[in-house]
Antibody
Framework: QVQLVQSGSEVKTPGASVKVSCKASGYTFTDYSLHWVRQAPGQRLEWMGWINAGNGNTKYSENFRVRVTITRDAPASTVYMELSSLRSEDTAVYYC???????????????????WGQGTLVTVSS | IQLTQSPSFLSASVGDRVTITCRASQGISSYLAWYQQKPGKAPKLVIYAASTLQGGVPSRFSGSGSGTEFTLTISSLRPEDFATYYC?????????FGPGTTVDIK
């Protein structure tokens, strides 16, 4: 079945960087986009950015554009999200989520995110 | 595009009919999805394109609306439906989510 499995929890100090992985299985990796969404404690979901797993094109939220980098390793069916210059407000659960078929939506958001990875807790604390 | 949801919190009983509203700050056609999230779990897609039920989701869930106002209805609440529900707009970047509606047991 279609599945996204993320890397484990991380504890980082302020100013450091974190790199979270998301390994896809059960479908043709390069046919779909992958999005990153985070959820700080008690807060709403916040979209961070997106990668076209086929050609590697990316788009980032202006809230994170300077600090976030999303990459992919197609042979490994894995997408990575790196967030730099961490601060305490970045403490959150980070999710990857699959978008629709690229051929149907090109670079548009599409109609849904499904499935989602299990989430990775990133704690930023001195 | 900003999304608001009402109510923020809803206390209901098994068997109740529940309706949650999501409003967008500008027209988004039918590019709206609904997700269910339980504590400690990832969101799960329930409805997409405003009214299309995701495969495997019970038919007691339904969605409606277009433009700026949307609703998610659960026709008869089951114990497993107690969760937080988020709407999401996919009309344009950045994709945004509503603040969530928590459905709790009365």
């Amino acid at each position: 079945q279609v599945q996204l499995v993320q890397s484990g929890s991380e504890v980082k100090t302020p100013g450091a960087s974190v790199k979270v992985s998301c390994k896809a299985s059960g479908y043709t990796f390069t046919d779909y986009s992958l999005h990153w969404v985070r959820q700080a404690p008690g807060q709403r979901l916040e979209w961070m950015g997106w990668i076209n797993a086929g050609n590697g094109n990316t788009k980032y939220s202006e809230n994170f554009r300077v600090r976030v980098t999303i990459t992919r390793d197609a042979p490994a069916s894995t997408v990575y999200m790196e967030l730099s210059s961490l601060r305490s407000e970045d403490t959150a659960v980070y999710y990857c989520a699959r978008g629709p078929l690229i051929v149907l939506v090109s670079d548009a958001p599409g109609n849904w995110f499904d499935p989602w990875g299990q989430g990775t807790l990133v704690t930023v604390s001195s | 595009i900003q999304l608001t949801q009402s109510p923020s919190f809803l206390s209901a009983s098994v068997g109740d009919r529940v309706t949650i509203t999501c409003r967008a700050s500008q027209g988004i056609s039918s590019y709206l999805a609904w997700y269910q999230q339980k504590p400690g779990k990832a969101p799960k897609l329930v409805i997409y394109a405003a009214s299309t039920l995701q495969g495997g989701v019970p038919s007691r869930f339904s969605g409606s609306g277009s433009g700026t106002e949307f609703t998610l209805t659960i026709s008869s609440l089951r114990p497993e439906d107690f969760a937080t529900y988020y709407c999401q707009q996919l009309y344009s970047y950045p994709v945004t989510f509503g603040p969530g509606t928590t459905v709790d047991i009365k």
